[in-house]
Structures are given as C-alpha cells and as structure tokens.
Nanobody, 127 residues
Framework: QVQLVESGGGLVQAGDSLRLSCAASGRTFSSYVMGWFRQAPGKEREFVAASSWSGGSAYYADSVKGRFTISRDNAKNTLYLQMNSLKPEDTAVYYC????????????????????WGQGTQVTVSS
C-alpha cells in the first residue's frame, strides 16, 4: 500500500514554469513505476509522463515532450514533474500514480497500469 500526495500546482501565465511534487508514503516507493496523468474539465484523464522504478527511463506524451521532465528521488520517496513553457492547454488537475505494471513499458501509458492515485493538484495556465 502507498499513499500519494501531490503539491506545487497553481495559476501561472503561458510560458511560465512549475514543478509538481508527489510525496509517497511506504517503504517500497523505489519498487514502483510512477506516473503523472492529467484531467481537464470534460475530458478523459490522460497520460503525461512515467518513470521506471530506478528513474533511469522516462516516458512522455507527445504533447509534453521537450517541455516537461519527470524525475524521482527514491531516498526522499518523492516524484517530480518539472513543467516548462506552459501553455493554456496544459490546464488540468494533475495526478500522480504508482503501480507494478507488467509486460512492456508501453503499458506505462495507460491508467490501468497503476494501482494507487493521489488526489490531484490544479494547474491553471492563463494566456
């Protein structure tokens, strides 16, 4: 079991940066694949980024590639999402998630790969 708490959201202008954090409880954080998803009003929750258990591999949605960076500090049980060059279309509630997805890394892109979810943090980007 792991509990996840996101922080770092807020209201920013287009072009600004934000860093989201996800603090995890439990002693097995380093064993989990960790992901970030987001959900805009009226839309499905969508994949943003994922990190392998070691942090050695990262995966991104095409819409954020080159602007967002996922990282993790296993010693601090914390996942991060550095978001640069923010756009109004990045406005959403951002969720972190943890899981033990089997199979290939392609599964990391899907909500079904994750067993635990945080409550989310709101990111609003004004134009």
């Amino acid at each position: 079991q792991v509990q996840l708490v996101e922080s770092g959201g807020g209201l920013v202008q287009a072009g600004d940066s934000l860093r989201l954090s996800c603090a995890a409880s439990g002693r097995t954080f380093s064993s989990y694949v960790m992901g970030w998803f987001r959900q805009a009003p009226g839309k499905e929750r969508e994949f943003v980024a994922a990190s392998s258990w070691s942090g050695g591999s990262a995966y991104y949605a095409d819409s954020v590639k080159g602007r967002f960076t996922i990282s993790r500090d296993n010693a601090k049980n914390t996942l991060y999402l550095q978001m640069n060059s923010l756009k109004p279309e990045d406005t959403a509630v951002y969720y972190c998630a943890a899981g033990f997805p089997g199979g290939s890394s392609r599964s990391y892109y899907y909500r079904s790969a994750y067993d635990y979810w945080g409550q989310g943090t709101q990111v609003t980007v004004s134009s």
